[in-house]
């Protein structure tokens, strides 16, 4: 089993910035690859960002260039610099981890205003 705690989240201005962290705990030798997921209400989920055990990195293009996903293995954390937040930006964001299951956090909320 994994454990996945965000942190994070918070109401922030347009332009602002916010860095969400993911702490994994338990039997993350089996995770190759974590991701940030956001949701905003009445959308569906879909992937921000992805890092893989190996450092390999994927972003969606609405987020390129203003996020960035980093991991620091001897915290067992990954976390998401989000930089220039749109209100379009508004969402839960889920940390899920991938290894022999998928595992997902509880989720943190992010809301830019405008």
């Known amino acids: 089993q994994v454990q996945l705690v965000e942190t994070g989240g918070s109401l922030v201005q347009a332009g602002g910035y916010l860095r969400l962290s993911c702490a994994h705990s338990g039997s993350i030798f089996s995770i190759y690859s974590t991701g940030w997921y956001r949701q905003a209400p009445g959308k569906q989920r879909e992937l921000a960002a992805a890092?893989?055990?190996?450092?390999?990195?994927v972003y969606a293009d609405s987020v390129k260039g203003r996020f960035t996903i980093s991991r620091d293995n001897a915290k067992n954390t990954v976390y998401l610099q989000m930089n220039s937040l749109k209100p379009e930006d508004t969402a839960v964001y889920y940390c899920n981890a991938k290894g022999r299951l998928h595992y997902w956090g509880q989720g943190t909320q992010v809301t830019v205003s405008s």
């Open positions: 890092i893989t055990s190996g450092g390999s990195t």
